[in-house]
């Protein structure tokens, strides 16, 4: 899931499942489509 926070005035898009953060909302949903962080959860 993508979450919008805000630092010094701008707001980025982070990635929950990762931590990445992007400036372009898209950009983050398109990252989470394909984000595997969550796989490791279930494979341990
Ligand atoms: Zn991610």
């Excluded at 010094?8 to 898009?13: P, R």
Aim: hydrophobic share 25%.
């Amino acid at each position: 899931m993508v979450v919008q926070t805000e630092r010094d005035e701008i707001t980025w898009y982070e990635c929950e499942e990762c931590g990445l953060l992007f400036d372009d909302e898209d950009d983050a949903n398109k990252h989470e489509e394909h984000c595997d962080a969550e796989e490791p959860s279930y494979l341990q």
